[in-house]
């Protein structure tokens, strides 16, 4: 059974830094594409970053670009999203997302349904 937890979300004001983690447990990374996504209330789910099942291609949202890195530790099985300089539009229910062996083009890295697994969210708040 394949499980995502993430952790590190909570509020910060704007221009800080927060540092998102995603536990996998039930498989390694190998062969998994794995991704950020965003859900603001009222809004749809959207990509914020990912980076390819070979590990070799990282994928970011123009609105994060310069700012979010997506990182992975294999020998912990997590994946992370460092968020620096912060805007109040940032705030949302983040998730972090698995798919085996992924497409690499970004029109299927960027979509929701390219994923198999979901956490449950962590919930960033920036204020103004």
């Known amino acids: 059974q394949v499980q995502l937890v993430e952790s590190g979300g909570g509020l910060v004001q704007a221009g800080g830094s927060l540092r998102l983690s995603c536990a996998l447990s039930?498989?390694?990374?190998?062969?998994?594409?794995m991704g950020w996504f965003r859900q603001a209330p009222g809004k749809e789910r959207e990509f914020v970053a990912a980076f390819s099942w070979s590990g070799g291609t990282t994928y970011y949202a123009d609105s994060v670009k310069g700012r979010f890195t997506i990182s992975k530790d294999n020998a912990r099985n997590s994946a992370y999203l460092q968020m620096n300089s912060l805007k109040p539009e940032d705030t949302a229910v983040y998730y972090c997302?698995?798919?085996?062996?992924?497409?690499?083009?970004?029109?299927?890295?960027?979509?929701?349904?390219?994923?198999?697994?979901w956490g449950q969210g962590t919930q960033v708040t920036v204020s103004s």
């Open positions: 997302a698995a798919g085996f062996r992924t497409g690499q083009a970004m029109g299927i890295m960027t979509r929701p349904g390219s994923y198999n697994y």
């Open positions: 039930g498989r390694t990374f190998s062969g998994y594409a």
